[in-house]
């Protein structure tokens, strides 16, 4: 079973080495690393915690998860993988303190699995939100390490996928020895693929814990000192766009600018928009200048006197966006215009802020339902019609509900409200896992 499945990967590697070859700045980083070709790890007396995430989302949920591991278990070494480039920038950068190890994530064969693991030795390996990789769990637990499952989220969308390779992913949870998960749905479903109901709990999602560090504050002070986002002015945040979002987001911007010269509104609105992925960051500052009326700054070019006053601002960075959510009025969160599945929604809640979101959010189900139920976010319909060429791409349903959030302080407030109250209600999934943890940390 496990040679058909590594063969499998070895074609699919083939299959996406021309790729890997043409956009070798977003996947030739880490490539050596993981091969299994690390820097010698230089062991002591204490056992070692290794937990891996995929990119700049896990990363950043996982800040109170690698506090409390420092603060609760002192007598252990933490060592911290990711799959992604900018996750890994991320997590060197707010890690760099932390971990004593942070590196890339082997490829799932078994010589580069068991070089990783050679070489990092983990008594404890702890895989956010639900990371199946079959050659290296196997080999993990082989290996004597205890494997669990933290913050653990499947949606119904890849239950049904894993479902199809049933038996290959029921041995695979054999040796899973813990899976806490966000959610009783979520649960629920690990269940059904083969898990053992008895290594399952529910604990809760770690992303309500989020809280900012001081850097993250200085950072903010910076960038309000350069762009003036604190400076009365209502400031919409369009947070991880994707692909043809950002058309849709402009132009309603661009209709509500319109719309704001001729009402007694105090100040006209900026906006700042933050991409989810950073190959797109080019392509999106031209897409800005498609927009002639509206001023432009980026976050990566010097310093100008256009910065306090631009229409727009482009945030090409990797770890700012979420220092930022304290200025703003208004939160788009994407990745939900199109059939993307929705990005996190829980960073803006965290700062009280009104949040707006498209109707594709099947990756985060469970949260954007609670959050409908408490009256705490608003989102779009489900869209029926789409023209020849931008599909999907709802601009009068966003400028409205853009320019009714900016002209009803009242629903504004009341919506930013009601989502951090949700936040403070849903805390406590840190001290969650560590308390699940102790069981497998003290075997």
Not at 192 to 202: A, E, H, Y
Not at 379 to 400: N, T
Request: hydrophobic share 40%; aromatic share 10%.
């Amino acid at each position: 079973m496990y040679f058909l499945y590594s063969t499998i990967l070895s074609i699919g590697f083939l299959l996406m080495l021309p790729l890997f070859i043409l956009r070798r700045e977003k996947y030739a980083s880490g490539f050596s690393q993981r091969l299994g070709n690390y820097a010698e790890f230089n062991h002591d007396d204490r056992k070692v915690i290794w937990l891996h995430c995929v990119s700049v989302g896990e990363t950043n949920a996982a800040r109170p998860l690698v506090d409390a591991i420092k603060e609760k278990f002192p007598d252990h070494r933490l060592v911290f993988s990711t799959t992604t480039k900018t996750g890994q920038e991320l997590a060197q950068k707010i890690f760099a303190n932390k971990a004593d190890a942070v590196f890339y994530f082997p490829f799932d064969w078994k010589f580069s699995v068991r070089k990783a693991l050679e070489n990092y030795k983990p008594s404890v390996v702890l895989l956010m939100e639900t990371e199946i990789w079959p050659r290296f769990i196997r080999e993990a637990k082989r290996s004597g390490a205890k494997v669990a499952i933290v913050n653990g989220r499947l949606s119904e969308k890849s239950s049904k996928r894993y479902s199809l390779v049933g038996p290959l992913i029921k041995n695979v949870l054999v040796n899973i020895d813990l899976a806490l998960m966000q959610s009783e749905k979520d649960a629920t479903r690990i269940v059904s693929l083969g898990i053992d109901i008895g290594r399952t709990k529910t604990t809760g999602n770690l992303k309500f814990d989020l809280e900012l560090d001081p850097g993250e504050l200085d950072q903010a002070d910076r960038l309000d000192k350069r762009f003036k986002l604190s400076g009365g002015t209502p400031l919409i945040i369009a947070a991880s766009t994707h692909a043809d979002e950002e058309w849709t987001v402009l132009s309603a911007f661009r209709n509500i600018l319109n719309w704001t010269s001729h009402t007694p509104i105090k100040n006209k609105p900026r906006l700042l928009i933050a991409p989810r992925h950073p190959e797109r960051f080019d392509s999106v500052a031209n897409l800005v200048t498609e927009f002639p009326t509206l001023s432009f700054a980026r976050r990566t070019a010097d310093e100008s006197q256009n910065d306090p006053i631009a229409d727009v601002i482009l945030l090409d960075s990797i770890g700012e966006l979420r220092s930022l959510y304290r200025f703003a009025e208004i939160v788009f969160v994407g990745g939900s215009i199109v059939p993307h599945g929705g990005q996190s929604v829980l960073e803006p809640a965290m700062e009280g802020k009104a949040i707006v979101t498209g109707c594709y959010t099947f990756n985060f189900d469970a949260v954007i339902k609670e959050f409908l139920a408490k009256e705490a976010i608003y989102q779009l319909p489900e869209i029926w019609w789409q023209d020849f060429e931008h599909s999907l791409l709802p601009v009068e349903q966003l400028q409205e509900v853009f320019a009714e959030l900016l002209f009803k302080e009242e629903m504004r407030r009341r919506l930013g409200s009601n989502a951090y109250e949700l936040m403070q209600a849903n805390r406590g999934a840190t001290a969650n896992t560590i308390e699940a943890l102790h069981i497998i940390l003290s075997r």
